[in-house]
């Protein structure tokens, strides 16, 4: 039998998102807007979940797991949204739900998409996904200097962004394997 979801638990929370120019409230009315593409807005690092009457929406950035999982309870599906599996399990063991968690019944909310709930049930959502962020291929110069050039240029504009975030005085780590992207990295973070 369907069943709207009765209760969402959002365990990622606001103050794990890492916004940079809007607050979590107006990211998530960009993620119930009608256009998906509204969350192109967003700048940062999100893992989102929004919901309007029986509909729940959920998406992430690239860099952000977001995790789901129905439980059942007497009023109706518990979704539970969190970052990792462990966080899930944890939660529903604290509800006296454990014997209903498996974490092959978790499902991962695909990276640049809007997940869509409806009227669901359990154990199986029946989910719609539109993609957000769909940018053209095959559009950058044949020019292997002003490719670089543009690659470094984007990535020093997402560093900068992230960087005005932190206190001034915030220690900073780099996560370093030798090769041509976190070297650029590295660099851009030290300039």
């Known amino acids: 039998m369907h069943r709207p979801v009765a209760r969402v638990v959002d365990l990622?929370?606001?103050d794990r998102q890492q916004l940079w120019n809007l607050s979590p409230a107006e990211a998530r009315a960009k993620l119930l807007s009608v256009e998906p593409t509204a969350l192109l807005d967003v700048a940062g690092s999100f893992a989102l979940v929004a919901r309007d009457g029986e509909?729940?929406?959920?998406?992430?950035?690239?860099?952000?797991p977001l995790r789901y999982f129905l439980?059942?309870?007497?009023?109706?599906p518990m979704l539970v949204v969190a970052e990792r599996i462990s966080e899930i399990r944890d939660f529903l063991a604290s509800c006296g739900y454990e014997d209903q968690f498996h974490p092959s019944y978790t499902r991962m909310v695909p990276a640049h998409h809007v997940t869509t709930l409806r009227l669901i049930?359990?154990?199986?959502?029946?989910?719609?996904?539109?993609?957000?962020?769909?940018?053209?291929?095959?559009t950058g110069p044949a020019d292997l200097d002003a490719l670089g050039a543009a690659y470094v240029g984007a990535l020093a504009v997402e560093i900068e962004s992230?960087?005005?975030t932190l206190p001034t005085d915030e220690p900073l780590?780099?996560?370093?394997s030798?090769?041509?992207d976190s070297g650029a990295v590295l660099l851009l973070v030290e300039h």
């Open 12 to 14: 990622v929370g606001d």
């Open 162 to 164: 992230f960087l005005r």
């Open 121 to 138: 049930g359990c154990p199986d959502p029946n989910p719609t996904y539109t993609r957000f962020f769909t940018p053209p291929r095959a």
């Open 71 to 76: 439980a059942k309870e007497v009023a109706g």
């Open 173 to 176: 780590g780099v996560c370093f």
């Open 178 to 180: 030798g090769g041509a």
């Open 55 to 64: 509909r729940v929406r959920m998406a992430r950035s690239l860099d952000r």
